[in-house]
C-alpha cells in the first residue's frame, strides 16, 4: 500500500474534532480541479438531465445543468491547491435509482482563490456562507445548478458551483442511493481506468477478508485474503466523533460500503462506521 504524504488536503471536520486524516498524493490530480474564480455564470441551464446522463458523456462539457441527487459524503471536504492559494469545497451525490450503476455519483465542488496562502482553517472560514458549506450532507435531496466539467486527461467529472452556490436543499431523501455490489478485483488500487468509470459512486463489497492495516488505519480487502485487493480509506472515519481503528487483518466482513473515489490511485471511502459490517 503506497504511503505518499503531502499537505494539501485535510478534513475541516477531522480538525475541529481532533481526529486525524492522510493528505492528498501530490502525483495525483486534486480531488477538486475546479477553476478557482468567482465569476458568474451565464447562459441557458439544461434542466433534463441525470447524474446517469452526466457520467455517460450525454451532456457537453462546459454544459451549465440542473441536477438533483441525494448527498451521500457524510462531512464537507475541503483541499488546498498545490500552491495553497485555492480553497476547494467538495461533497458528493447519487441518484435513488432501485437499479443502480457505477455511473450514478458525481462531485459536486466550488473554489476560492485567496491573495495570500491560505489553511484549512482559513477556508473554512471564508467559505463559511458558501451554500455547499450549509448542507445537512448526508441523506438529504439537493438541487444542483451549475457547469458541469469534465477532464479529458483525468477523467475527472464535476459540477461546479459558481461562488459555491446554486444549491437548493430539499430535506431529507424519502428514499436513499442503493449501492452497487461489485467484487473487490473490479476496483484494485491503481487500476485508473475502472475507477475513472465508477468515480463518484456508492459501492459494496460483500464477504471480503482485512489485510494489510498501516499507521493510517487504512486497509485492504479482498475475496481471499491475499490478492486482487481494493483499498480502503479512514478520513471520513477519523473525521467522525470518537477514534476509528480499522478492523485487524484477517477479519472477515460480511460487507464494506464507501465511495469510490479516484484519490490515491483508486480508494474506497466508508462514509461512517456502519459501512463496516463483521461477520
Given at each position: ?106 462531485r459536486v465542488n466550488a473554489s476560492l482563490k485567496g491573495m495570500a496562502a491560505m489553511t484549512i482553517t482559513t477556508c ?156
Amino acid at each position: 500500500m503506497h504511503m505518499h504524504r503531502s499537505i494539501q488536503a485535510c478534513l475541516w471536520a477531522a480538525l475541529l474534532l481532533g481526529g486525524g486524516c492522510r493528505d492528498m498524493d501530490t502525483k495525483q490530480p486534486d480531488q477538486a480541479t475546479g477553476p478557482a474564480d468567482m465569476s458568474s455564470d451565464d447562459g441557458a441551464v439544461q434542466s433534463n438531465v441525470t447524474i446517469r446522463d452526466l457520467n455517460q458523456g450525454k451532456v457537453p462539457d462546459a454544459t451549465k445543468v440542473k441536477v438533483t441527487g441525494v448527498v451521500t459524503s457524510p462531512i464537507l471536504w475541503i483541499n488546498l491547491s498545490s500552491d495553497k492559494l485555492t480553497c476547494y469545497y467538495n461533497v458528493f451525490i447519487a441518484m435513488a435509482d432501485p437499479a443502480p450503476t457505477l455511473q450514478d455519483g458525481i462531485r459536486v465542488n466550488a473554489s476560492l482563490k485567496g491573495m495570500a496562502a491560505m489553511t484549512i482553517t482559513t477556508c473554512k472560514d471564508a467559505g463559511k456562507d458558501f451554500d455547499i458549506a450549509k448542507l445537512a450532507m448526508s441523506g438529504h435531496t439537493i438541487e444542483v445548478t451549475g457547469r458541469f466539467e469534465s477532464n479529458k486527461t483525468s477523467g475527472d467529472r464535476q459540477v461546479y458551483l459558481t461562488g459555491g452556490n446554486g444549491i437548493v436543499d430539499k430535506g431529507a431523501a424519502m428514499t436513499l442511493p442503493v449501492p452497487v455490489v461489485v467484487e473487490a478485483k473490479a476496483l484494485m488500487n491503481g487500476d485508473s481506468m475502472s475507477f475513472k468509470d465508477a468515480q463518484n459512486a456508492l459501492v459494496v463489497f460483500q464477504n471480503v477478508k482485512v489485510s494489510d492495516v498501516n499507521m493510517y488505519q487504512e486497509f485492504m480487502v479482498s475475496t481471499d485474503g491475499a490478492t486482487n485487493k481494493a483499498t480502503i480509506s479512514a478520513n471520513f472515519l477519523k473525521a467522525q466523533p470518537g477514534s476509528f481503528m480499522a478492523p485487524a487483518a484477517g477479519t472477515t466482513l460480511k460487507s464494506l460500503t464507501g465511495l469510490a473515489l479516484t484519490d490515491f490511485k483508486g480508494e474506497i471511502w466508508p462514509r461512517t462506521k456502519d459501512d463496516i459490517v463483521a461477520q
